[in-house]
């Protein structure tokens, strides 16, 4: 899944994905370096990564220079209004350019020098990675009150203990952070496989007659809050084990009875976790998903149009709670073209119902290019599906 080398100022960081995401993220910080201090906006486009976006927001408010933080039209419609409110608590100078509350920003960048600030984690967690990942360098460190719904938190902790491999000086006291003003070590790393992305082989199994996997590099010792997949997909007729090197996971048919995931700390598992559900013709009930309407898309509405494709219906019960109802779906003789939306997950999670349908096209097939560009030819090489690319990998087949 992850191949890339990088060195930068004697310190190496091994297995760099060679993902959209990454290449962005590299780009724009080569960019950052060359042209800081300039009084000209300096124009940082971040596509649609959302969490590139979100980490750069810190740096170049602690970036003495004049910046045009932008992104896709889907970029400029996600909220990013607690983040800039928090910074500019601490002294930041950031002005929409558009919409209030929504990228594209201009950023004047400075020295800050830190202090108390609050953000909400109800939208993102990444907007509090962000401000504790630029915190040791503000010469009064960082007091970070988190406020709302605590989303996604996993995802929070694993940029903590990221941080103290790093050098930085961590204290968490329930809904408050303490960041000490400690300069950054230099430390080589080597970058864990990703769990998320193992989301996809875990479906493609507990869809097969008896299916079984390596998943290559994955370890239960992970940083990765995604790892309790494990469980969620035992519910799902999925067995893993710890091997040597890497996960093994088959398939035992043995499933829970109208199982219930709570997501709030996991939500990019949900696409992966409705297809499966689907296609296995079971229901299930999903909680904790309050935020999922600001991802790459709209995902529960998302999933609410691709189910019915299916003959699916994935219920809105309350703000955060659905339920899907697949119980009494056939699944012969489906012919389905599915739409992605732009969103790499629905993508992937779109690719294993291949297993239970007898023609199944995924638009905009490309779009895996932001997180796991070697998807498809993966998925090709195991052998569980056949793929046809129609045109210019635009779509799959």
């Known amino acids: 899944m992850i191949r890339a080398y990088a060195q930068v100022d004697r310190m190496s960081i091994e297995k760099l994905s060679e993902a959209d ?3 962005i993220l590299l780009k724009n910080l080569r960019q950052i370096r060359g042209c800081s201090h300039s009084n000209i906006p300096m124009v940082i486009d971040c596509g649609n990564a959302g969490t590139v976006f979100r980490f750069l927001v810190s740096l170049l408010a602690s970036s003495p220079g004049t910046w045009l933080l932008t992104g896709t039209e ?48 109800q939208k993102s967690s990444q907007f509090a990675s962000s401000l504790v990942l630029a915190a040791p360098t503000w010469k009064n460190g960082l007091e970070l009150h988190l406020e709302g719904t605590l ?29 000490l003003p400690v300069n950054y070590k230099k430390n080589n790393f080597v970058v864990e496989s990703d769990w998320s992305s193992a989301a996809f082989w875990y479906e493609l ?89 600001f991802k ?42 599915f739409d992605t939306y732009k969103d790499h997950r629905m993508a992937m999670a779109f690719a294993p119902l291949a297993l239970v349908t007898d023609r199944l096209t995924v638009a905009e097939a490309e779009v895996v290019e932001k997180s796991y560009p070697t998807f498809w030819d993966e998925l090709k090489a195991c052998g569980a599906v056949e793929i046809e690319t129609l045109s210019a990998g635009s779509e799959k087949k």
């Open 74 to 121: 889907r970029m400029k419609a996600r909220p990013v209004a607690d983040l800039v409110d928090a910074l500019k608590h601490l002294g930041a100078s950031i002005e929409y350019a558009e919409q209030q509350g929504f990228p594209p920003l201009i950023i004047h960048g400075k020295v800050l020098t830190g202090g108390i600030s609050a953000v909400s984690m």
């Open 205 to 293: 199994v507990a869809l097969s007659e008896k299916g079984e996997l390596l998943l290559k590099g994955l370890t239960y010792e992970s940083l990765q809050g995604d790892s309790a997949m494990i469980t969620m997909f035992r519910k799902l007729g999925v067995e893993s084990f710890q091997e040597p090197d890497g996960v093994l996971i088959f398939k035992t048919g043995v499933f829970a009875r109208k199982p219930h995931f709570d997501l709030q700390d996991y939500p990019d598992m949900l696409p992966s976790l409705v297809a499966c559900c689907a296609g296995l013709g079971i229901e299930a009930s999903f909680s904790g998903l309050e935020n999922l309407q």
């Open 21 to 23: 995401d990454t290449r």
């Open 296 to 337: 790459e898309s709209d995902r529960t509405a998302a999933l609410q149009n691709e189910m019915k494709k299916m003959g699916v219906i994935f219920e809105k019960l309350s703000a955060g709670e659905y339920k899907l109802h697949a119980s009494n779906v056939s699944r012969n003789n489906m012919n389905i073209l």
């Open 151 to 179: 989303s996604s938190m996993p995802y929070l902790k694993m940029s903590l203990e990221m941080m103290r491999r790093f050098g930085a000086k961590v204290i968490e006291n329930e809904r408050i952070i303490h960041i």
